[in-house]
């Protein structure tokens, strides 16, 4: 067997530098991110995403591979996330019709004066796209934050954040719907609310806990040493008479892992990413794993998402839990930005035990991480640290919808659905005046005949008239139902003066 001394070369200086690297501050770039489902793309076309400031475009090849390219075309640097997934299985530039394949080589430059000069244009490196080390695991599209035949070797050293039970193949695992959200906060304060299970019954009143019974007392125990690459994980205690144990374990750049026990042995795992996109933003992506007892009995899910129900239904609903904090964190950010760069610790006041997890994350981020995200060069980090008006907040449709295949097609269904049933409540109703109609003409004749001078406005309409007219209504209130269910997908508005 003949072995590459060169490759092997580059290897092992690889593993040296990151391993180097890994004993000193955290490398940000040097990290997997999870930024897509890959059931809810579309692969019929490109879609432009963010990850650290960068501008990034992802799409599938005839192989059914995903790639992930910088999202500007080597030759005018237009955005490549504006072209086409042709049949062919490249990406072409519909600027000037460059073509790419899914290693960014350009195969195709049509303005050259013939085939020849084509291919030595497309030899040249300059023609490559920038490309990024992709991969899917677990339903998701995992993405290396470096470019470069650097980033791949390195790339193949770490393992992305999974969730060990679904690399198990057994009945007792059930894996419940993914969820994916861009969301007008910054990584940061995902993670700082993730840690912090005090808020959950007030801030989420009448979906998880009651904010009046369940605010109570709860200490928070240190059960892994902060480290630079694998974070920290605290134990909350005591925990509901229900409850067993429960954890709270950060594991970065992305995750956060939730596990509650039950007394009787099953487990509910919360399966919580969030990739920092750009300033004051995050893409979160998560999910419930349960995990049955060894009776086989189910433990229960969070909330009403853990019942049975269709994906598309499962987005929908993630909106009622959502935006019941979407508005503390975004102003909190604000509001901390106001501050001109004071240390968090300086600025807040947090006198009790649940804190401790979230103090411990700063101190993270400060001591371990560089004290912020390393944005791309040219992100101006204050750009969308503005406020945002409030309404603005509960827009669903940029941060869903629009690029969940799953939502779309469902939307399509329903707005199907709600057209159908309106139009089914004319006709109905146009039924219903036919028929009181022909019982006036035909009682009228009656009358005539008989010699009757019975007035035609006591006449008391048919049976067949009032099916009808029901039948109008309830249609009516059908159509009514579905187009008002139609607007979740678009929007979702929530004050907590009104959830009582």
């Given at each position: 067997m003949t072995i590459n001394t060169n490759l092997q070369g580059d290897t092992g200086n690889a593993i040296e530098q990151f391993n180097q690297q890994d004993k000193e501050i955290f490398q940000w770039?040097?990290?997997?991110?999870?930024?897509?489902?890959?059931?809810?793309?579309d692969?019929?076309?490109?879609?432009?995403?963010?990850?650290?400031?960068?501008?990034?475009?992802?799409?599938?090849?005839?192989?059914?591979?995903?790639?992930?390219f910088e999202d500007s075309c080597p030759h005018r640097l237009v955005p490549l996330s504006?072209?086409?997934?042709?049949?062919?299985?490249?990406?072409?530039?519909?600027?000037?019709?460059?073509?790419?394949?899914?290693?960014?080589?350009?195969?195709?430059?049509?303005?050259?004066?013939d085939r020849q000069t084509s291919s030595q244009h497309c030899s040249n490196s300059k023609s490559c796209a920038v490309t990024y080390p992709t991969q899917e695991r677990q339903g998701l599209l995992w993405v290396w934050a470096e470019s470069g035949s650097q980033a791949q070797l390195e790339s193949q050293l770490r393992t992305p954040r999974i969730i060990p039970e679904l690399e198990d193949i057994s009945d007792k695992i059930v894996h419940l719907f993914w969820n994916i959200r861009d969301l007008p906060y910054g990584w940061d304060f995902f993670m700082e609310n993730v840690a912090d299970p005090a808020h959950v019954p007030v801030s989420h009143h009448g979906l998880v806990g009651n904010r009046y019974q369940?605010?109570?007392?709860?200490?928070?125990?240190?059960?892994?040493?902060?480290?630079?690459?694998?974070?920290?994980s605290f134990e909350i205690t005591p925990t509901a008479p229900t409850i067993e144990q429960a954890v709270h374990d950060f594991q970065p750049p992305c995750h956060m892992r939730i596990v509650s026990t039950s007394v009787d042995g099953g487990k509910l795992i919360l399966?919580?990413?969030?990739?920092?996109?750009?300033?004051?933003?995050?893409?979160?992506?998560?999910?419930?794993v349960l995990v049955k007892n060894e009776a086989g009995k189910m433990?229960?899910?969070?909330?009403?998402?853990?019942?049975?129900?269709?994906?598309w239904l499962g987005h929908v609903l993630s909106s009622l839990f959502l935006h019941q904090d979407m508005v503390f964190l975004h102003y909190q950010q604000t509001t901390l930005a106001k501050h001109h760069n004071r240390r968090w610790l300086d600025t807040v006041y947090t006198p009790?035990?649940?804190?401790?997890?979230?103090?411990?994350?700063?101190?993270?981020?400060?001591?371990?991480?560089g004290g912020s995200i390393p944005w791309a060069s040219g992100c101006n980090p204050n750009l969308s640290l503005e406020e945002l008006e409030k309404q603005k907040l509960f827009d669903v449709w940029t941060t869903h919808t629009q690029n969940c295949q799953v939502c779309q097609d469902a939307l399509k269904n329903i707005k199907r659905l709600y057209i159908s049933a309106y139009?089914?409540?004319?006709?109905?109703?146009?039924?219903?005046?036919?028929?009181?109609?022909?019982?006036?003409?035909?009682?009228?004749?009656?009358?005539?005949?008989?010699?009757?001078?019975?007035?035609?406005?006591?006449?008391?309409?048919?049976?067949?008239?009032?099916?009808?007219?029901?039948?109008?209504?309830?249609?009516?209130?059908?159509?009514?139902?579905?187009?008002?269910?139609?607007?979740?997908?678009?929007?979702?508005?929530?004050?907590?003066?009104?959830?009582?």
């Open positions: 770039t040097k990290q997997w991110y999870p930024v897509a489902v890959v059931n809810f793309l692969p019929s076309r490109p879609h432009a995403i963010q990850l650290l400031g960068k501008d990034l475009v992802l799409w599938r090849d005839s192989f059914s591979k995903w790639s992930c504006e072209g086409r997934v042709e049949s062919d299985g490249t990406l072409l530039c519909a600027y000037h019709a460059w073509r790419f394949d899914s290693q960014g080589n350009c195969v195709s430059i049509p303005q050259s004066k369940d605010a109570n007392y709860y200490d928070m125990l240190c059960i892994k040493q902060m480290s630079t690459q694998e974070g920290f399966a919580l990413y969030a990739s920092p996109t750009r300033p004051g933003w995050c893409r979160h992506i998560g999910c419930q433990p229960k899910g969070l909330g009403i998402f853990g019942l049975p129900m269709p994906t009790n035990p649940q804190d401790k997890m979230v103090i411990t994350f700063r101190q993270w981020l400060e001591k371990k991480a139009g089914l409540a004319v006709i109905f109703l146009c039924l219903a005046v036919i028929v009181d109609a022909r019982a006036i003409a035909v009682k009228a004749a009656l009358a005539v005949v008989k010699q009757m001078s019975t007035p035609l406005l006591t006449v008391f309409p048919p049976t067949g008239f009032w099916w009808a007219l029901g039948g109008a209504a309830l249609f009516a209130v059908v159509g009514y139902l579905f187009q008002k269910l139609s607007r979740l997908f678009y929007v979702y508005e929530f004050e907590h003066s009104h959830n009582d």
